[in-house]
Each structure stands twice: as structure tokens, then as C-alpha cells.
């Protein structure tokens, strides 16, 4: 890899992690505007036509075209901004916004957080292995080498090597 490469590569990953904070733009967008059926109302329609299809299996894929829905979640938080306190906690129930962290995490929407820790772990391990396999030429070769290294004993420990090279990105 080229210098350029290894900075272009390095750029697309963060250790930074933040909470935005939404703030009302303007006027309440309509129902209407949170959400684009399109895709889901041509399987549901070629679902409806299909004489061939038993109940229960129509019924099982009419449930699926609903993952096709497509919600704007700019509009719902503009939505959701200008809703009276008493319905808020439907919205955040469906995680159709996120407020509050523990919460989130307590309905099960960021639960997926130690798989994503096992992924990267491999990912570590195997850049670890392949480097000890090719001889280390350049220094953004060693500094890649040294970054997976502590990253790798970063999660396998959850705690901070005190020589971390960079803490924004890697």
C-alpha cells in the first residue's frame, strides 16, 4: 500500500464515539413524509396476485415486504421534536430515535456492540499474522504493525495501552 492508501484507509475508521444532539429545524413535517412505501407496495401487490400462495405462506412474506419501508429519520427527528412529551416514548420504544443510551441499550438496540468487539478482534489478529509473515519495509508498514498490536490488547483487555499512537482514528 502507498502512503496516500494507508491515510485513506486509516480515515475511514474512529475510536470517537458521540451522542448528537438534534435541534428542530422548522415546522412539523406531515405522516406522510417519514416514510417511502414504494418498494414495499410492489411485493405486497405481487404477493396479492400470486393465486398460487397458501395463507400461511402469504401471510409470512406479506410480513417481510415490510422491511422494504424506508423511513426518513431526519423527518422523524423533526417530527418527534414537535410531539406533546406523552407520545414521545413510542418513538424511542421503536428506536425511531435514540435519547437516552442506557435505555437504548437496556431495549436491546445496542446490544450487538460485543459481536462488532469480536469482528475487529479477528480483523486485528489477522493483520497481525500477515505482518509477521511479510517482512516489515516501511514505517507505515511498523506503525500498522504497532496501532493493531495495542488496539488487539485494547480490547482483549478494555483498557487503554498508555502508548496508544492515536486516539481520534486509526
Keep these: 500500500m502507498t502512503e496516500e492508501e494507508i491515510k485513506e484507509e486509516k480515515s475511514k475508521y474512529t475510536r470517537k464515539i458521540y ?8 415546522t412539523k413535517p406531515s405522516i406522510k413524509d417519514l416514510y417511502v412505501t414504494d ?3 410492489e411485493l405486497v401487490k405481487e404477493i396479492e396476485e400470486d393465486d398460487e400462495l397458501d395463507d400461511e405462506l402469504r401471510n409470512f412474506l406479506l410480513i417481510s415486504a ?25 418513538f424511542e420504544n421503536s428506536a425511531l430515535v435514540i435519547i437516552d443510551f ?6 436491546g438496540f445496542i446490544a ?9 478482534e479477528d480483523y486485528l489478529e489477522n493483520i497481525l499474522t ?7 519495509k516501511t514505517k507505515s508498514q ?26 481520534e482514528e486509526w
Design 19 to 26: 451522542t448528537p444532539i438534534y435541534e428542530p429545524q422548522g
Design 39 to 41: 418498494k414495499r407496495d
Design 66 to 90: 415490510e422491511r422494504h419501508v424506508s423511513f426518513d429519520f431526519a423527518k422523524i427527528a423533526e417530527y418527534y421534536a414537535h410531539l406533546p412529551v406523552k407520545f414521545k416514548h413510542h
Design 102 to 107: 442506557d435505555k437504548a441499550i437496556r431495549n
Design 112 to 120: 450487538y456492540q460485543k459481536e462488532v468487539d469480536i469482528s475487529r
Design 130 to 136: 500477515e505482518e509477521k509473515m511479510i517482512e516489515v
Design 142 to 167: 511498523e506503525k500498522k504493525f504497532k496501532q493493531a498490536k495495542d488496539e488487539l490488547e485494547f480490547f482483549k483487555t478494555k483498557k487503554k495501552p498508555k502508548d496508544f499512537l492515536d486516539d
